[in-house]
């Protein structure tokens, strides 16, 4: 698409169910003009309010990231701006009817793929970039994470995840340019361990999610009780812990799925800042705290 903004041709919609909320709604992207960058708009609120997708406006990073304003909100953003930043579309208005963004199978595969669909259109106005020309490092050891970004003619982004687990050993993952996201990144979901996944539902929330929506990874011993009763709250016949330490809820798209699914939401994440990156980030266990404070701590750079 050259170095000029991009929407798309025309207006495209995604339902679904939201993972925490449980609640089923529909999203519709439309084209929207050079320079207005990504929104959200609240259709279902009776003065429609419209969030801007940058970092000023995150409010809430525990389970996902979400944007909010006026204690209007949108949560769970971070694999639809992924898909956008992955396909180079700068400017679109979103329609959104409930709280959250549908979760479909975890990734951004769905949004990616109906996005394609709608047709990408190339605009009259110049793309600005976010041009890296010194190191720039977040760092905190009491939550063990790091990232970090040094100067680049293109986007690159390396993640390492380690949780100290026999089951989700070390895993590496790598973008070298952009043009990767939709067939690396883009099909890779979410994961979490069977430990958390009980914490959540015991607590009330996870209310829309199932067992094909993300990977779960198991760390401990599992009765078979445990596992009849995991089978009957997701609706299954039968559930089993496979040989990599994975339900057998689906099968891997990659052997590093879940180091790929955290370069995915780095990307999504760090997509908040506005524009497009020049700039090679590396980032040890990220998450959305990490991954939006270091938004943040780069915006101050640009700013200063």
Not at 93 to 122: C, M, T, W
Not at 135 to 151: A, Q, T, Y
Not at 285 to 300: C, M, S, V, Y
């Amino acid at each position: 698409m050259g170095d000029y903004q991009c929407t798309i041709k025309k207006s495209v919609s995604v339902e679904g169910t939201g993972l925490h909320t449980g609640q089923h709604g529909t999203i519709t992207f439309h084209p929207a003009p050079a320079g207005h960058g990504v929104k959200f708009r609240r259709v279902d609120k009776e003065d429609q309010p419209v969030i801007p997708a940058t970092i000023q406006f995150v409010v809430d990073t525990s389970r996902g990231t979400t944007i909010g304003i006026n204690g209007t909100k949108v949560y769970t953003i971070e694999h639809v701006m992924a898909s956008l930043t992955g396909l180079g579309i700068d400017n679109v208005l979103i329609d959104v009817d409930v709280d959250e963004i549908p979760i479909r199978d975890g990734s951004s595969k769905y949004f990616v793929e109906a996005l394609e669909n709608a047709g990408i259109e190339v605009q009259d106005q110049v793309r600005e970039y976010i041009c890296i020309n010194e190191e720039i490092v977040l760092s905190n050891e009491e939550k063990g994470f790091e990232l970090r970004i040094v100067p680049s003619d293109v986007y690159k982004v390396d993640v390492k995840i380690d949780y100290n687990t026999e089951v989700l050993s070390v895993q590496y993952a790598s973008m070298h340019h952009i043009n990767e996201f939709k067939t690396e990144i883009a099909p890779c979901r979410t994961f979490v361990f069977l430990h958390e996944l009980e914490y959540l539902l015991k607590n009330n929330l996870i209310k829309g999610g199932d067992l094909s929506n993300a990977i779960v990874f198991v760390n401990r011993a599992v009765s078979q009780d445990e596992l009849d009763r995991l089978a009957t709250l997701f609706n299954k016949p039968k559930v089993k812990v496979k040989d990599e330490g994975i339900l057998n809820n689906l099968e891997l798209h990659f052997p590093n799925e879940p180091a790929r699914h955290k370069l995915l939401d780095v990307v999504g994440d760090l997509s908040l800042l506005g524009k497009r990156i020049k700039g090679h980030v590396t980032a040890f266990r990220p998450g959305h705290f990490a991954n939006t404070e270091f938004a943040r701590l780069i915006n101050t750079h640009i700013n200063n």
